[in-house]
Nanobody, 124 residues
Framework: QVQLEESGGGLVQAGESLRLSCVAS????????WAWWRQAPGKERDLIAS???????NYADSVNGRFTISTDNAKNTVYLQMDSLKPEDTAVYYC??????????????????WGQGTQVTIST
């Protein structure tokens, strides 16, 4: 089993930056892919960034060039650096992980482990 806990969410103004963190515990060595998803009110949960085997990064078009996913294996932590934030980035952000590989896996069932989510709110 793997447990995930996100932190770093909050309220910022448009154009500012935030960094989300997700600390993993448990059988972390078995994890091959990590991801960040988000869910805005009344909308589905969408994959926005993933990293596989520590190097293969992929992003949704909506965040490409503004968000960066990275991992720190020594700290069992995955980060999401979010720059140039927009009001439409407002959502609950979820960390996810899975033992299986794959570069871009946008189905919820592609990820077995999920965090509880952290709220990100961008004001105008």
């Amino acid at each position: 089993q793997v447990q995930l806990e996100e932190s770093g969410g909050g309220l910022v103004q448009a154009g500012e930056s935030l960094r989300l963190s997700c600390v993993a515990s448990g059988s972390v060595v078995s994890i091959n892919k990590w991801a960040w998803w988000r869910q805005a009110p009344g909308k589905e949960r969408d994959l926005i960034a993933s990293i596989t085997n520590g190097a293969d990064q992929n992003y949704a078009d909506s965040v490409n060039g503004r968000f960066t996913i990275s991992t720190d294996n020594a700290k069992n932590t995955v980060y999401l650096q979010m720059d140039s934030l927009k009001p439409e980035d407002t959502a609950v952000y979820y960390c996810a992980a899975d033992r299986r590989g794959g570069s871009w896996c946008p189905a919820l069932y592609d990820y077995r482990y999920w965090g509880q989510g952290t709220q990100v709110t961008i004001s105008t």
